[in-house]
Each structure stands twice: as C-alpha cells, then as structure tokens.
Nanobody
Framework: QVQLVESGGGLVQAGGSLRLSCAAS????????MGWFRQAPGKEREFVAG????????YYADFVKGRFTISRDNAKNTVYLQMNSLKPEDTAVYYC?????????????????GGQGTQVTVSS
C-alpha cells in the first residue's frame, strides 16, 4: 500500500504557473509509474500526465501538452507537475496516483486510488 500526499495548489491568474508535488511512502516508489489526474466540479476525473518508473518516459493528455511537465525524483519519493500557461479551465482538484505497472500510461485502470488532492484555481 502506498500513501500519497499532494501539495502546491493554490490560486493563480490565467497565464501563471504552479508546481505540484506528491510525496509517496509505503511502497517501492521507483518500481512503479506515477500519474496526475484532475477533477473539476461536476465533471469526471481525467488523466493529466503519467511518468514511467525510471522517469525516462512520459505521457500527456492533449489538453496539457506543451504547458505541463511531469517529473519525478526517486531519491525523494516525489513526483512533480509543473504547470505553465494556466487557463481557467485548468481549475480542478489535482490528484497523484501510483500505477500498478512500471511504464508510463494514460489508462486509468492501471492506477490505484490517489491521495486527497490539492486544489488549483485559475482566475481569468
């Protein structure tokens, strides 16, 4: 079982940046892929980005390509999501999740439940 704690959310103006962090404990962090998901009010949870166990492979949803970057530090058991050029439609609760596989994937079924999430609000 892995425990995940997200942080770094907040209120930012459109065009601004935020960096989310997710600290993991309880399982061999470096053996599994990690991902970020988000859920806006009234909408389904959606995949944002994924990164393979080694950090060499990444996978992004089309709506964040070129704006968001996922990375990980296996020595710190932490995964990050750098979000640039934020838009009001990026407003959501962002969750990180650990995968059951080592390769980067966008398939939600390959992820365990995430942490408590961190709120990101982008004002126009």
């Amino acid at each position: 079982q892995v425990q995940l704690v997200e942080s770094g959310g907040g209120l930012v103006q459109a065009g601004g940046s935020l960096r989310l962090s997710c600290a993991a404990s309880g399982r061999t962090f470096s053996s599994y892929a990690m991902g970020w998901f988000r859920q806006a009010p009234g909408k389904e949870r959606e995949f944002v980005a994924g990164i393979g166990a080694s950090g060499r492979s990444t996978y992004y949803a089309d709506f964040v390509k070129g704006r968001f970057t996922i990375s990980r530090d296996n020595a710190k058991n932490t995964v990050y999501l750098q979000m640039n050029s934020l838009k009001p439609e990026d407003t959501a609760v962002y969750y990180c999740a650990s995968a059951t596989v080592a390769f980067a994937t966008a398939q939600a079924i390959r992820y365990n439940n995430g942490g408590q999430g961190t709120q990101v609000t982008v004002s126009s």
